[in-house]
């Protein structure tokens, strides 16, 4: 998830106030260690830790890890979690992803099953044939990948059922799907690229409440507890980012021609990867903060890559500046 892991170190006060700790169980792994046992930082949270001691189970891929045995809702290095008693975090392990281009079996009235059930990915542009045809499809509970672009420009799909071990949705996966008018992401799905509903105007997100990495207002995506921000496929005109956001990930507002406004909260920090890439008719930033705040936020060198000239208001000091356009 292109975030660097802390292991933060025993703060007994911390854990005295709130009972809050992590220990991590390989759960029956060959080989291999697990992270040493973890307690809150200051803000009574713990950074979940990766697979720092290589674990290994044959014929199986590690994945991450779930406060049950078997649970298919992963935590992932990076994410945070709170609570106020001792937990324990099950190594999780499931079958090596087989990058095959899926068939599918034409249904009626425009319905798609895909029938190669084996298989782990629906591969890049995998449906590319079938934009206008394709209005419902049928993804088996064996798929764990929808890769870039599977059912891209698939403009009268409609319907779409995610199936609980889904595990990522990849850039540009259901990009302009514009008759997609409501999605459910599964508890097991913990990671989704920016631009994976990108032109989806129209559509309303909701999250299975048991999923421990991403929450939604019903129209954006986030993870980390609210944190980041990782998708927002339907802002029009001034959009106002949650207050609670830290960081924008990877090309959230991609192409969005018709963003003209983004409101900034003071907690903001990073700017990631194309955030704003081709957004042409952004013509505002507005920070909570002051100029030397927005200074200070991390910003990938192409965050705004082929935007015209956007002005930029920092309130709380009542500072104005405008930011040239960026182009290679």
């Not at 900034?264 to 920070?287: A, Q, R, S």
Request: glycine letters at 6%; hydrophobic letters at 35%; aromatic letters at 10%.
């Amino acid at each position: 998830m292109f975030v660097l892991v802390t292991i933060v170190s025993c703060d007994m006060e911390a854990l005295n106030k709130t009972g809050f700790s992590v220990t991590y169980d390989k759960n029956d792994a060959d080989d291999g260690t697990v992270p040493g046992i973890q307690f809150p930082n200051e803000r009574g949270s713990i950074e979940i830790s990766g697979n720092t001691g290589n674990l290994t189970k044959k014929v199986f891929t590690f994945y991450g890890w779930s406060t049950n045995k078997t649970n298919s809702s992963f935590l992932n290095k990076g994410d945070f979690i709170t609570a106020d008693r001792p937990m324990t975090l099950y190594a999780q392990f499931d079958k090596p992803l087989t990058k095959e281009i899926v068939n599918a079996t034409k249904l009626e009235n425009g319905s798609f099953k895909i029938t190669n059930e084996g298989y782990t990915v629906i591969a890049k542009n995998a449906f590319s044939g079938k934009k206008e045809e394709l209005k419902s499809v049928e993804i088996p509970s064996t798929i764990r990948i929808i890769d870039k672009k599977a059912f891209s420009d698939c403009s009268n799909l409609s319907s779409v059922t995610l199936p609980d071990g889904l595990m990522a949705i990849s850039r540009e996966a259901f990009t302009n799907c514009t008759e997609l008018k409501a999605i459910t992401i599964p508890k097991s799905v913990h990671q989704i690229f920016g631009s994976a509903f990108k032109g989806c105007k129209n559509l309303k997100i909701s999250i299975d409440s048991q999923n421990l990495n991403l929450t939604t207002d019903g129209i954006s995506i986030y993870s980390n507890r609210g944190k980041r921000l990782v998708c927002c496929p339907s802002a029009i005109g001034t959009y106002t980012v949650s207050e609670n956001v830290e960081e924008i990930f990877d090309q959230v507002f991609e192409d969005n021609l018709e963003l003209t406004k983004i409101v900034f909260p003071k907690n903001l920090k990073k700017i990631w990867y194309g955030v704003f890439t081709d957004c042409k008719n952004l013509k505002e930033i507005e920070f909570a903060g002051t100029k030397e705040q927005w200074e200070s936020i991390t910003k990938i060198s192409n965050w705004n890559y082929n935007c015209n000239s956007i002005k930029v208001t920092c309130k709380a000091d009542n500072n104005t500046f405008d930011i040239p356009p960026y182009k290679y």
